[in-house]
């Protein structure tokens, strides 16, 4: 398995206040490349976004804070939205539908691309689906996974986007919906082999330098990928395509190469009420796609761990934050033990998943 590059503080054991050994075994073999815009373009995928329904009680426009420089810095951001704006009342598990103004915070804090093929996308029936595209229309923001009818899943399946000459293919789709999905229209992508094909050829038809798809898929919870996600990754890097980088489990999985290809099996939460061992770390994605010699090079992922503190630990209200910038600040937390937790949890699901940190 090649070396991912992971994102990581590397901080004093003073300011921890114990030994900074107790939590890592410091292995940085080289400082994370910045974001740079000159002859290159980057993406950044994030995890799954969610509004539990303890959520609902506290004003979600602190919850991304810490995290809009991050989000900010790629040319694409990109998020899994799980969850339906199929109006009110606004619910949280099982059967979710949030606030629209959750999506548009959303996109204010720097998130460009929403992702919809996952399993709560029809939480609401056919009839939230729709509001939900509805709504992201009205929004102006870009997404794929789902589609109105027939010219939008052309459009959208693969999503292109392009940036000083690149262009990247996006490919979302899911194992399954909790609620039935239509044969027809508006309909979710589904892990129709037949039909992803058809959608990789098209993307190499429309001349696409990367082509990266976003699975919605594994078991839920497991920190290592599943017999059938690893062939379903095989199969699609057979199909020409550049990274996978997957959701669904809620917690972060392991990370590998099939020929030579990324594979990122999960990047776990973003945004959650989630409280379930290991299900408050997260992972953001940042590939760079380079120009070199005339051609596109796909480089080494970049890994940025992320926590999700809940009301009451770091803050009042819940609160997504980068590990990185906050690994020495254990006095800024309102609850230390849980301080403790985001270190504890990082070093038990790196050391599970062989993610090198």
């Not at 503080?9 to 921890?16: H, N, R």
């Not at 539990?52 to 810490?66: K, M």
């Not at 953001?284 to 080494?300: H, P, S, T, W, Y």
Request: neutral net charge; charged residues 20%; proline residues 4%.
């Amino acid at each position: 398995m090649r070396t991912f590059l992971i994102s990581i503080l590397i901080f004093m054991a003073s300011a921890l206040g114990t030994s900074a050994q107790t939590y890592f075994d410091f292995k940085v073999p080289f400082p994370a490349a910045p974001l740079v815009k000159n002859d290159t373009v980057s993406l950044l995928i994030v995890g799954d976004v969610m509004m539990h329904a303890r959520q609902l009680e506290y004003d979600y426009t602190e919850f991304l804070e810490e995290m809009k420089p991050l989000l900010n810095k790629a040319d694409f951001t990109i998020a899994n939205m799980e969850f339906s704006l199929g109006g009110k009342p606004y619910s949280g598990y099982p059967a979710f539908s949030a606030p629209d103004g959750y999506a548009n915070y959303v996109k204010e804090c720097g998130v460009d691309v929403f992702l919809m093929a996952n399993n709560h996308i029809l939480d609401r029936g056919i009839k939230g689906l729709k509001r939900t595209l509805s709504v992201y229309d009205s929004l102006g923001i870009r997404f794929c996974g789902a589609a109105r009818d027939s010219l939008s899943m052309d459009e959208s399946f693969p999503l292109i986007l392009r940036k000083d000459g690149l262009s990247i293919a996006l490919l979302n789709f899911t194992y399954g919906t909790n609620a039935p999905a239509s044969r027809g229209y508006p309909a979710v992508c589904m892990m129709d082999k037949d039909k992803i094909h058809h959608a990789i050829a098209k993307a190499k038809e429309k001349k696409a330098d990367v082509i990266i798809a976003l699975p919605h898929w594994g078991t839920e919870y497991q920190l290592t990928h599943s017999s059938e996600q690893a062939k379903w990754a095989g199969w699609l890097v057979e199909e020409g395509v550049d990274a996978i980088v997957g959701a669904h489990p809620h917690v972060v999985q392991d990370t590998t190469h099939i020929s030579g290809v990324p594979i990122i099996y999960s990047t776990g939460n973003f945004i959650s009420n989630m409280s379930a061992r290991n299900t408050r770390l997260g992972m953001a994605v940042e590939l760079r796609i380079i120009r070199k010699d005339g051609r596109a090079v796909l480089q080494e992922p970049v890994l940025h761990f992320t926590w999700c503190t809940l009301p009451g630990m770091l803050s009042k209200t819940y609160k997504t934050i980068p590990i990185k910038k906050w690994a020495s600040r254990k006095d800024d937390w309102l609850t230390k033990s849980d301080y403790e937790n985001m270190l504890a949890t990082l070093k038990r699901v790196c050391e599970s998943t062989s993610i090198n940190y």
